[in-house]
């Protein structure tokens, strides 16, 4: 008859030199690892919802223009100081509000990529 092995009390794990760290998430997207994938594909994802409405928002505002002047003909002919409405409208107002929707639009981007950076930085 055969005695079964003897019990042993296991304590700790053998480790051979250092523990193991958990990859940074720097390496994980350059080595384009499933985890790095989908850090890199949330960061296009804010990205392209940024672009998409700042898109939506400036294409409706200018594209309201022409509909404003077909329902109000009168605003066509109206001058101010000499000059038609319409291009007063175009640029004294669109262009200053492109320019500010532009400068909303690169510090929103500025932050979606801090906010990416600081997520994967090695701590």
């Given at each position: 008859m055969t005695h079964p092995p003897e019990r042993v009390r296991v304590t700790?794990?053998?480790?051979?030199?250092?523990?193991?760290?958990?990859p940074s998430l720097r390496r994980e997207?350059?080595?384009?690892?499933p985890l790095?994938?989908?850090y890199l594909d949330s960061l296009m994802r804010a990205q392209l919802r940024l672009t998409v409405t700042v898109g939506v928002v400036v294409a409706s505002a200018?594209?309201?223009?022409p509909l404003l002047f077909a329902l109000l003909p009168s605003l066509r002919s109206l001058s101010v100081g000499g000059l038609p409405a319409p291009w007063i409208l175009l640029g004294?107002?669109?262009?200053?509000?492109?320019?500010?929707?532009?400068?909303?639009y690169a510090r929103a981007a500025e932050r979606i990529?801090?906010?990416?950076?600081?997520?994967?930085r090695d701590r």
């Open positions: 700790r794990t053998r480790t051979t030199g250092m523990p193991q760290r958990r997207i350059t080595t384009q690892s790095g994938a989908a200018l594209g309201s223009l004294v107002v669109v262009y200053p509000a492109v320019v500010v929707v532009a400068h909303l990529e801090r906010q990416f950076a600081e997520a994967v």
